[in-house]
């Protein structure tokens, strides 16, 4: 395994996000990101962090694993291990780490934008898409090809900031029948802290144009959506900056 990598951090917490939440994940953020969305928390991990071999980045895991050792939940070994960023799979060597970690026995998730292919990754990978809304400013990016590789294991992401978004999140769940494929996620979009704002992103939305958390799950039940409304489970449990957890 002589690719690299660059990473931004590795770290053990609780799976904040998916039908995974609360479980024990070791996050791998790699750096760099194609994209500027208007909510992005994590616009530290666009630059910056440490170029590392595959072999080291596994041993890294495994070393944070080994307390977990031979536990596992419903059949998913634990910790599980997510490869986030930025945008993963902007780097090549994702696919190969992704690969060798499932190649161990581990439960590996992916979380990335409906922006790049999804068809490469190795078929046991829960691929975790986030489809970006309007208020986003990146909704024109998307590979709407992507939804024909969905398959049970994976999950479809809206994140909702105001009321178009939802609108919108409702009709391509209509249209391309994500629900049919996968499990279907509406995150409420939490405003970013001070220290969150990166000058590089797209224009927030106007504060009188959001949608409240009340709001979305009234209409989720209003319009029978078949999805599922999630918290970011990190943010309430830590300040919503906070890093490595």
């Not at 409702?170 to 969150?196: D, M, N, Y």
């Amino acid at each position: 395994m002589s690719a690299k990598l660059r990473v931004h951090e590795i770290y053990l917490s609780v799976q904040g996000e998916s039908t995974f939440t609360g479980l024990p994940c070791i996050f791998v953020r790699l750096t760099g990101c194609d994209l500027r969305c208007s909510y992005c928390d994590t616009a530290y991990a666009f630059r910056g962090g440490e170029s590392m071999e595959i072999g080291t980045v596994l041993e890294t895991i495994h070393t944070l694993a080994k307390p977990f050792e031979s536990q596992s939940v419903a059949g998913q070994t634990l910790p599980l291990v997510e490869i986030t960023g930025g945008e993963p799979l902007l780097q090549k060597g994702c696919l190969e780490l992704i690969t060798a970690c499932c190649d161990a026995g581990l439960t590996v998730m992916i979380e990335t934008s409906g922006a790049h292919p999804i068809e490469t990754l190795d078929p046991r990978t829960h691929r975790i898409m986030d489809l970006k809304c309007p208020s986003s400013g990146e909704s024109d990016r998307m590979l709407w090809e992507n939804i024909e590789h969905l398959t049970e294991r994976d999950e479809v992401k809206f994140v909702l900031a105001t009321q178009a978004d939802y609108d919108w999140a409702k009709e391509q769940i209509t249209r391309w029948k994500i629900h049919e494929r996968c499990e279907v996620l509406l995150s409420w979009c939490a405003p970013l802290t001070g220290t969150q704002q990166d000058s590089s992103l797209k224009p927030a939305p106007k504060e009188s144009d959001r949608i409240s958390r009340e709001t979305v799950i009234e209409q989720m039940m209003r319009d029978a959506l078949p999805a599922r409304f999630q918290a970011q489970l990190h943010k309430i449990v830590w300040p919503p900056d906070a890093k490595g957890v």
